[in-house]
Structure formats: structure tokens, C-alpha cells
């Protein structure tokens, strides 16, 4: 089974903290995801990256960056946080080299910013 | 506007009851479309996935059936159990790497 690993399921922050959020997939996935949850809001892609140190901005991607320098392992990074940064983050990833594109996501990573 | 849109938003039946959860989406040119579950506080858990090739795909007692040339996919729950209740979503495949997430339906089984 595919496992994707968020590294912190909860996380209390205070503005201005730069904070990281890890996630690391077993199965060798070309394609990594971050994606936030808000109520009303659906999930919104942050960032993805198709490649070890390559990546794309999503629809939001501004306050945020991300690292992929091995392939299991994408990395979103807030470099001054704020409150309207509070939120569900989900890592998610995928094998498009199997033709289905079917995506995995992590148990997710509840970020507070106080 | 790309959209995917779950109907109902929210829906509360009583245990044994089948169910349908739809889905439907405005572009035809779908890769594939997937069903997810997600309880309170967790991630996305993928139930199935149907590629745009495919009418259904059939998993213990959740068959999802995709029509391209009507925008819809269903997601049919026989025999529904307290466990199943959750929020469940559908996403898009459009491209590569491009997937748009339906709102959900919130689910609840009744004991």
C-alpha cells in the first residue's frame, strides 16, 4: 500500500514564525502535491512539483515555497506566518507513470497560527 | 469556469439504506475521476477511481459509474453501516497534474 507521511498532525505557531511542513511518500511517486482545506473553500493547490528539485505554483501559492530535493519527500515551507495561514494542510502524491494518475494523501497537518 | 459540484451537500440516512452520492463536472475531456472519503480531522482516503475509459468500477459495497457525455459520476453505497459516515468527495482529473475537488457530501449513517 502506498503511504504518504505528514510529518505533524497538529502544529501551534505564532505569527511571524517561519514553519515547516514534511511529507514523505514510500512508492516512489514522480508527483507531489500540497493542497489546504479551508471550510467553504474545498481544497486549493498550493504547489506541486513533478520532480526532484522541480516545481509548479498552484492557485495560491503566495506567503508559501517548497523544496523537493529527494524524490520521496516534499517540503512546504511558511516563511513568516500568519493567522490567515491557519488551516488543513494535505500532502498528496501520484504515479502518473501508471497511467491512472490516482492520488494518495497524507493524514494531513492542522497548522494553527496564533 | 471549471467546476465540479456534489449534490447533496449533506445527507443523513438510517443504517441498511443504499444510497447515491453524485457528482458532476463540466469539462468532457476528464482523465479520470476519483472518490475519496474523509473523515473529521483526517486526510483523503481514495475509495475509487474511474478512468475516462471506463463506465464503473466496483469495490465491496461501493460501485462508481462515470458518464462523460452527461458531466456525472455516482458513487452507490449498498447496505450503508454507521462506519461509512464521513464526508465524501470527488475530484477531477483534467491533465497532468490539474485536479479539481468537489465540495463534498457529508454523510450520515444512522445506527
Known amino acids: 500500500d502506498v503511504k504518504v507521511t505528514q510529518s505533524s498532525r497538529y502544529l501551534v505557531k505564532r505569527t511571524g514564525e517561519k514553519v515547516f511542513l514534511e511529507c514523505v511518500q514510500d512508492?516512489?511517486?514522480?508527483?507531489m502535491f500540497w493542497y489546504r482545506q479551508d471550510p467553504g473553500l474545498g481544497l486549493r493547490l498550493i504547489y506541486f512539483?513533478?520532480?526532484?528539485?522541480?516545481?509548479e505554483k498552484g492557485d495560491i501559492p503566495e506567503g508559501y515555497s517548497v523544496s523537493r530535493e529527494k524524490k520521496e519527500r516534499f517540503s512546504l515551507i511558511l516563511e513568516s506566518a500568519s493567522t490567515n495561514q491557519t488551516s488543513m494542510y494535505l500532502c498528496?502524491?501520484?504515479?502518473?507513470?501508471?497511467?491512472?494518475?490516482?492520488?494518495?494523501f497524507g493524514e494531513g497537518s492542522r497548522l494553527t497560527v496564533l | 469556469k471549471q467546476e465540479v459540484t456534489q449534490i447533496p451537500a449533506a445527507l443523513s440516512v438510517p443504517e441498511g439504506e443504499n444510497l447515491v452520492l453524485n457528482c458532476s463536472f463540466t469539462d468532457s475531456a476528464i482523465y479520470n475521476l476519483q472518490w475519496f472519503r474523509q473523515d473529521p480531522g483526517k486526510g483523503l482516503t481514495s475509495l475509487l477511481l474511474i478512468q475516462s475509459s471506463q463506465r464503473e468500477q466496483t469495490s465491496g459495497r461501493l460501485n462508481a459509474s462515470l458518464d462523460k457525455s452527461s458531466g456525472r459520476s455516482t458513487l452507490y453505497i449498498a447496505a450503508s453501516q454507521p462506519g461509512d459516515s464521513a464526508t465524501y468527495l470527488c475530484a477531477e482529473m483534467r491533465g497532468t497534474y490539474k485536479y479539481i475537488f468537489g465540495t463534498g457530501t457529508r454523510l450520515k449513517v444512522l445506527a
Open positions: 498528496a502524491s501520484s504515479l502518473l507513470a501508471s497511467g491512472t494518475g490516482e492520488l494518495f
Open positions: 512539483s513533478y520532480d526532484v528539485k522541480m516545481k
Open positions: 512508492m516512489d511517486h514522480e508527483n
